[in-house]
């Protein structure tokens, strides 16, 4: 008997399982830096100032600033100011609202996204084989309504139901992102019948396992932390197709 069979839902994590960016940040910054007539700024100290940033933001204000009902656009404008600031560039207000709108834009579109090729495939296989599929990330609204509908992932067609934890306030790796994963998937179904994907051990496996549910990796980078997944017991693969293999495969 496969494993397929004892499944009723899938999930499926986000960026580095079903898609991932193209290019660098420094890439999208410099371009709006230049859009809004200055230099381009130093793609190094970008992507650092950016890193910094990011984690106090997200540590202050959690789930892109659910709980405490900061606007998206005002989460993410304080981020990219701050980003700015800790890589040593300080903008006139005009020439920040230039440079910030164009990140936003660019960000919240396809743009610098790429798909991996086996992401539709899979999606479309699990639910023509009778499976639900969720979709579980730490994301804002914007993946929903825009970015996975942009790059060809359609509710209704790739996915059932999404879990964004912009929009529902928790966050991986809280245990309680799957639990209302299960609840979306429907009072029914168990978790020892529902299967995450992801490519984080702390954010995706580990949470997941905990919950009930079973759960593998993707290595598509072929990253050094892999071996250690392996030796903890994950089972892990280098992409969707191998997942689908080992899915249909007699246990």
């Known amino acids: 008997m496969s494993l397929l069979s004892k499944l009723r839902c899938i999930t499926v994590d986000v960026t580095g ?10 890439d999208y910054y410099c371009m709006a830096a230049k859009a809004a007539g200055m230099p381009c700024p130093d793609y190094k100290r970008m992507h650092q100032g950016f890193k910094v940033a990011y984690t106090e933001m997200a540590r202050n204000y959690p789930c892109f600033g659910h709980a405490a009902k900061v606007p998206n656009i005002v989460w993410w404008k304080t981020c990219v100011r701050d980003s700015f600031a800790r890589a040593g560039y300080d903008y006139d ?13 660019s960000f919240g579109s396809s743009a610098p996204y ?17 499976v639900l599929v969720g979709i579980v990330s730490n994301a804002e609204y914007r993946y929903q309504d825009v970015i996975l509908p942009a790059l060809g992932l359609h509710q209704g067609s790739e996915w059932d139901f999404g879990v964004f934890s912009g929009i529902v306030g928790v966050e991986k790796p809280d245990p309680r992102i799957y639990e209302i994963a299960l609840e979306r998937a429907g009072k029914d179904i168990r978790p020892e019948e529902t299967l ?13 396992k905990k919950v009930g549910m079973n759960a593998v990796l993707l290595d598509r980078f072929n990253i050094p932390d892999a071996e250690e997944w392996k030796k903890a017991g994950a089972p892990v693969f280098p992409d969707l197709v191998a997942v689908q293999e080992y899915l249909t495969s007699a246990s």
């Open 17 to 26: 399982t079903l898609l991932a960016y193209k290019g660098e940040l420094g």
């Open 93 to 105: 207000e005009e020439t920040f609202e230039k440079i910030f709108r164009r990140i936003y834009a």
């Open 114 to 130: 790429k798909i991996f090729p086996d992401s539709q495939p899979f999606l479309r296989w699990a639910r023509e084989s009778g």
């Open 196 to 208: 995450h994907i992801g490519d984080s051990m702390r954010k995706d496996y580990l949470p997941a």
